[in-house]
């Protein structure tokens, strides 16, 4: 069984940036497409991005060119770089397993961590 658990959120200024990490325990994330999503207060979970087990990676539109993911196997870990933080970006941030970098919905993530709160002040 695989256990995710986030780190790196906090509290940033408007277009600062944050690093997040995803760390893997339990099992090998590196067959793993990795996942990232968030949650902001009220709202469904929205697609941020994927990575595939060989580095591909999709973003969403809201996030292109800000973010990005990549993934360290021999850390069993996953990175999401934040930079040009918007206050919009207030969430929390989760990672999550799945079977494809092309899936942007949460059916297609099995394991899913805590998450970790990321706060952009205006």
């Known amino acids: 069984q695989v256990q995710l658990e986030e780190s790196g959120g906090g509290l940033v200024q408007a277009g600062g940036s944050l690093r997040l990490s995803c760390a893997g325990s339990g099992r090998t994330l590196s067959t793993y497409a990795m996942g990232w999503f968030r949650r902001a207060p009220g709202k469904e979970h929205e697609f941020v991005g994927a990575?595939?087990?060989?580095?591909?990676?999709n973003y969403a539109d809201s996030v292109k060119g800000r973010f990005t993911i990549s993934r360290d196997n021999a850390k069993n870990t996953v990175y999401l770089q934040m930079n040009s933080l918007k206050p919009e970006d207030t969430a929390v941030y989760y990672c999550?397993?799945?079977?494809?970098?092309?899936?942007?919905?949460?059916?297609?993530?099995?394991?899913w961590g805590q998450g970790t709160q990321v706060t952009v002040s205006s």
């Open positions: 990575i595939s087990w060989r580095g591909s990676t």
């Open positions: 999550a397993t799945g079977s494809s970098y092309e899936y942007t919905e949460r059916y297609g993530y099995e394991h």
